[in-house]
């Protein structure tokens, strides 16, 4: 005669279900882990961008100001070296109703995308 035994363990069922849970788990894990290495990347290229925009500004405010040598308007781009990338300024001078004060507005901009800027940085310089 058969006498029946009970089995003590999972299911082809059971394992299934539990192996579908896993995979819906360790996808939305790996999803979350990347948008943070993402958002922290763009967090770190930022917060640079706008180190390189004070330190352009402060850079601006040291030099000695004298009539011969005031802030001309006009915009100009350069390249600075910061965290082992280049990194390009725009340094824009502009005139205010005081013409003894200029408007500064700096922009920094990764070298790759010049259409996409990182900082803005806003300011104002006098003669004296």
């Known amino acids: 005669m058969l006498t029946g035994r009970k089995s003590s363990g999972f299911t082809l069922i059971e394992v299934m279900i539990a192996?579908?849970?896993?995979?819906?788990?360790?996808?939305?894990?790996?999803?979350?882990?990347?948008?943070?290495?993402?958002?922290s990347r763009i967090i770190q290229e930022r917060s640079m961008a706008q180190w390189i925009a004070e330190s352009e500004m402060q850079t601006l405010r040291l030099q000695p100001r004298t009539q011969e040598n005031f802030l001309s308007q006009g915009t100009n781009m350069n390249s600075q070296t910061m965290g082992g990338r280049e990194w390009q300024v725009e340094v824009d001078v502009r005139s205010t109703e005081?013409?003894?004060?200029?408007?500064?507005?700096?922009t920094v901009f990764d070298e790759q995308d010049l259409d996409t800027p990182l900082a803005n940085l806003s300011g104002f310089l006098g003669r004296y």
């Open 98 to 106: 005081n013409e003894l004060v200029r408007r500064v507005e700096i």
């Open 19 to 39: 192996l579908a849970i896993f995979a819906i788990v360790s996808t939305t894990l790996i999803k979350n882990a990347t948008q943070t290495v993402s958002q």
